[in-house]
């Protein structure tokens, strides 16, 4: 009897990855199988490894928020892009390049284009995510519709590049084919041991929606080393986990 | 050796006043200006100034030779103009033309002659032409400029046979060496009457006397030293046309013909090892309206694919309106291609990766323009806004190291905004800042981090106290205080914001 359900448990396992490889979402490659150092979070991933190869969407609200999407995208920027460059659409200019260095990206091999609007900005997102010699991709693209957001997904499944969607938006957030949604607050640094001052940078990072992973939250903090995830906070999740698949 | 050509035309101003208006073909006439304060003959005709009047004589004078002369004014610069019209218009003999202020035109001949049938058919043929236009001109071929110059002026002989144009130029005076009037006087009192006179004297000897100028025009005119042409067109080296026997309207016909061009231009490029940095795609319409696009790239290319798929995007730019009869590639700028480009940053396993970066950014630039890519480099500068440099390509590499050792924001405003804040003790980083209306209570601080402008910037030396701080909601700021307690009261401002 418990034979019969482990067979049943494996054999849904072996056809829901037929269902992600039909869908466009291939297992990583062997290269691809690296720990990017998010440690707790990894749980969260279907794979237990971050997804690479796809597009992952990011929503902030406020100036503040913008600042700390940027750190982070910055951070997982750097993980990724140990041999390419980086293409980074903006359509307002407020990265300041020195600011990256301090989340292991060289400032000197990102490129940043500027786009008109929207439509450009996707534009150029779409064509950076189909040269699979960048690393990653990030657009900060306000508003895209549910199919733009195939298109891009679309590209990466060729190319293998790393999309980012940064959107900074105040209305309610449409939904669109990305593999996540995340959203990234501030939250007060510890810089441990009691020493007065401004610490590390801290974050509560919420994973909204994860297609064939588990959403949660999670205190992550920003060492000189790379991402420390302190603790799992199911808890905090402000929205309730939006519904995958 | 080069063969060249100079074209004199003496009486150019009259000549071009009588063909705007024809009926003063039959009239004594002189243009004139005010000089000093007399009004002096600035140009005249060959009937004018065979009956004695001469340019550089008061108008008055020559009014006493011939009484019903009339005068007409002289504008400045307007030699100028002709002689560039002129020489423009003797591109249909020669790739090089160059003007030749005040009164000539000069071309360089070489290799172009033999397709009039000889330098005499030729020589005659711009001289016929010119006068049918009503510019009556005197011309001479020679080896160098110096020497088709004087024989121009002051010779008999029209065509000089290579390496004979010494001799050629013995006889004549010595202004045919375009020396300065001063020298010449001398060289009038000293007797020498013709340039065979002092041409084979000693060097030193000319230059204690007349200066070094005239070792350079004898160099010139025997060729010795060079002398180069300003062509009034530069050469375009890469260029391809393709007429059409029937006009063409459809884009699918543009696009055949562009792809046509390309692949000849590209094989142009690549048998002299040369990519294209700008392309220019030309369509001569019926009607004569010239339609055209550009593209520009970030490194030299010649890829046909690549380039096609730039020229895509601009296809629509194009109105055949009735349709286009010829189309020009020109590759204005090029630069040298090696075979193998070094790689900037490599990608195990894929060959051309710089390649595959290179023309995104070319398809971006090509769509949002050149400028909307950036890309910084660090600056050894401490001035936040200046501690970067902008540049555009992808190949400039930076020259110092990033500096990481003092904490810069994620994101900076473009320029610092106002805020309104609470301090308890000069000194100190704010306890409160008011920032577009929120209040934010600060927990924790570091700083202050003290930015001078520099000296040698500007005059005014400003102080700049930087503070990290951190609110209540967890969110990090860098605020700065602008100058110091002790001077008027400083301003606070909001810098920009950390991860």
């Known amino acids: 009897m418990e034979q019969a359900i482990i067979n049943k448990a494996e054999q849904v396992q072996k056809l ?42 990011f929503v902030s609200t406020s100036a503040e928020e913008v600042a700390v999407t940027c750190g982070f995208i910055s951070g997982l920027v750097g993980a990724l892009m140990n041999n390419g460059a980086c293409l980074w659409v903006t359509t307002k200019r407020r990265v300041f390049a020195p600011g990256l260095k301090a989340f292991g990206v060289k400032p000197d091999q990102v490129v940043f284009a500027d786009a008109s609007g929207n439509k450009e900005a996707l534009w150029m997102m779409e064509e950076g995510l189909k040269c699979n010699t960048l690393a990653s991709v990030v657009g900060e693209i306000s508003e895209l519709s549910f199919t733009e957001s195939r298109r891009l997904q679309l590209a990466v499944e060729d190319s293998r590049v790393t999309g980012f969607i940064h959107r900074h938006t105040q209305k309610p957030v449409a939904h669109i084919a990305c593999v996540s949604r995340w959203r990234i607050k501030p939250v007060e640094s510890s810089s441990g041991c009691g020493m007065p001052g401004v610490g590390m940078p801290s974050w509560n990072v919420e994973l909204q929606k994860i297609r064939n992973g588990k959403p949660g939250a999670w205190i992550v903090n920003w060492s000189p080393n790379g991402f420390r995830v302190t603790r799992a906070d199911i808890g905090r999740l402000s929205v309730p986990a939006a519904k995958t698949g | 050796m080069g063969r060249y050509m100079s074209v004199w035309l003496p009486y150019l101003l009259t000549d071009r006043t009588i063909r705007s208006k024809p009926e003063l073909k039959e009239v004594d006439f002189v243009l004139s200006a005010v000089v000093r304060g007399r009004i002096i003959v600035q140009a005249s005709g060959s009937a004018v100034t065979q009956k004695g009047v001469r340019t550089g004589m008061a108008v008055t004078d020559a009014r006493a030779i011939l009484p019903n002369l009339q005068v007409f004014n002289y504008q400045e610069g307007i030699a100028e103009k002709t002689l560039l019209g002129l020489a423009e218009w003797a591109l249909r003999f020669t790739p090089v033309a160059a003007v030749d202020i005040p009164d000539g035109i000069i071309l360089d001949t070489s290799g172009c002659t033999h397709l009039w049938g000889g330098e005499v058919h030729y020589l005659n043929d711009i001289i016929c032409q010119l006068d049918k236009i009503g510019y009556s001109a005197k011309a001479a071929i020679a080896d160098t400029i110096g020497a088709a110059w004087a024989l121009a002026r002051y010779g008999k002989q029209t065509i000089i046979a290579p390496g004979a144009q ?8 010595p202004a045919g060496l375009r020396l300065e009037p001063f020298v010449l006087d001398r060289m009038y009192k000293l007797g020498f009457h013709t340039i065979g006179d002092f041409m084979h004297m000693p060097h030193p000897v000319l230059r204690r006397r007349f200066g070094q100028e005239i070792l350079k025009r004898i160099g010139q005119a025997s060729g010795t030293v060079p002398e180069p042409l300003e062509s009034v067109q530069p050469a375009v080296v890469f260029q391809v046309c393709l007429p ?26 690549y048998q002299e090892g040369k990519g294209l940095r700008k392309a220019v795609f030309k369509g001569c319409r019926i009607d004569g309206a010239i339609q055209q696009i550009a593209i520009g790239t970030n490194r030299p290319v010649r890829n046909v694919k690549h380039l096609l798929q730039l020229f895509e995007q601009k296809i629509s730019a194009i109105q055949p309106a009735l349709g286009i009869e010829l189309f020009v590639m020109e590759a204005p700028v090029v630069e040298k291609l090696s075979s193998q480009q070094e790689a900037l940053w490599a990608v195990p396993g894929c060959g051309n990766e710089n390649n595959a970066l290179a023309n995104l950014l070319d398809r971006i630039a090509g769509r949002a323009g050149t400028q909307s890519i950036r890309r910084y480099l660090p600056v050894e500068q401490y ?37 309104k804040v609470m301090v308890p003790v000069p000194d100190y980083p704010p306890m409160m800042f008011i920032y577009k209306g929120v209040m934010h209570k600060i927990r924790k601080a570091d700083g202050p981090e003290r930015i001078a402008r520099e000296w040698w910037q500007d005059d005014n030396t400003q102080i700049r106290d930087y503070y990290r701080v951190e609110d209540e909601a967890g969110a990090r700021y860098w605020l700065f205080r602008s100058g110091t307690y002790d001077q008027e009261e400083p301003g606070w401002f909001i810098h920009g914001f950390f991860a």
């Open chain 2, 383 to 419: 001035w936040p806004e200046r501690s970067v440099k902008l540049t555009h390509t992808l190949f400039e590499q930076p020259d110092t190291e990033w500096k990481a050792d003092r904490p810069r924001p994620i994101c900076l405003l473009e320029k610092p905004e106002r805020i």
């Open chain 2, 244 to 269: 059409c026997l029937e006009p063409i309207k459809t884009r699918t016909g543009i696009e055949i013909a562009l792809k046509t061009l390309l692949n000849r231009l590209a094989q142009q490029l």
């Open chain 1, 16 to 57: 829901q990855k037929e269902i992600l490889e039909l869908q466009g979402f291939r297992p990583p490659l062997e290269h691809e199988w690296r720990d990017i150092g998010l440690g707790l979070m990894n749980e969260a991933f279907p794979n237990k490894v971050f997804p690479v190869a796809t597009v992952h969407e």
């Open chain 2, 166 to 173: 010494m001799q050629a130029i013995q006889l004549l005076p």
